[in-house]
């Protein structure tokens, strides 16, 4: 069976790739990055073929099929080469230079713990991101790349550019899905991923992960305590964006996809009302404090601004970076040194119990946003994720939000 992937890829993503591909920033961004590459390729090839092990068919049978398998249906014909990296984490990525093969990668602890389904999805994920060319827009660095101080790409524009990205996410998933034909097997991959765990003990279900993330979409704007809890239990469910999942489950449900596998079509979902679900909980999961004007987004800029310094002081002293990093955020007036930190500082109280009164899913995106400015540097410190955590308790949204962005962070587009 062979399908076209086109077909399949998420509505949002490609709007939004067309949207930035047209901007003037983004394309000269995109120009000095081939400048730097220079047309040369295989560097990360190279490393893994160094420290990692490249499985061949003869080695591992199973993955070779379930790789050739992928391709065939996909239609993908350009080489793929398999690599293991001995990590104890549930890990997979996917990439490709200027030139050579596509290379996948796989954590040695993924292997070992799942099924030939589980593995399918993941693989087919993986070979979405090079079926629909997300390489082509590489991400962060096409939205952070500067010359001389100055990004190339302006901050609305960075913020479509990370819109995009999330919605990458979702059209290598519909791919897992179609390579995986099995939703069961994306919902034990996604728990597997989320909890470390590959325990037979508890079994997993799509339709209860999408349940989990319903609140963000049917209530937005309560406050109720039961609505609180319910939000941070989408949260904690997974390390990447929860509309991940329900998303999956909603095209498991779709005519599309229940066509390409051969299966009935009875009660099935329109692709129209699946990208509407879509939609809807991507725009959740916008940053609209940092742009509108009201007094909420007001509430939480400046507690944004406050924690930030508090973390990026947190090691020793404000770097230029983070502070760089703030202005990308709120605005480059936001990017200069401040001249009393600690007077500042003495309003991170005071701002936190106001923004205790804003919608549970804007605190949570406030604690993301301080993941940002803590690795702006290249790395995160103990003292960093020590203040980010007291933070999120402290605004009742929960430290593993913080643990689950910085995770996902590794891996942007994996």
Known sequence: MRIDPRQFQVRREQQLRDEVMQDFGVRKALAKLREWRGGKGYGYRRNLLSSTLRLTRSMSPEIADTVAQCKEMLGYESPVEVYVTPEHQFNATCYREVKGP???????????AFTPAELRFVIGHELGHAVFDHYGLPMPITATIEELGIPFVSRPTSLRLYAWCRSAELSADRIGLLCAGDPEAAASGFFKLASGMASERVRPDLATFARQVESLASAPEAREKEYDEDTLDCFSTHPYNPVRVRAVWAFSRSEPYLEALGRSTDSAWALEDVEQVIERDLQLMEPSYLEEKNQTSDTLRRLLYTAGLAVAAASGGVEASELEALGRLLGSDH???????????????????????????NRAQLIQHLTIVAAADGSVSEEELHVMEDIARRLEVGAQVVHQTIRGAMHPID
């Not at 596509?102 to 070992?112: A, D, N, P």
């Not at 200069?336 to 923004?355: F, H, N, S, W, Y």
Request: aromatic share 0%; hydrophobic share 40%.
């Open 102 to 112: 596509t290379v996948l990668t796989l954590s040695s602890r993924l292997l070992e």
């Open 335 to 361: 990017a200069d040194e401040p001249t009393d930190v600690p007077k500042l500082l003495g309003d991170l109280d005071g701002r936190i119990q106001a923004a205790l009164e804003v919608p549970l899913r």
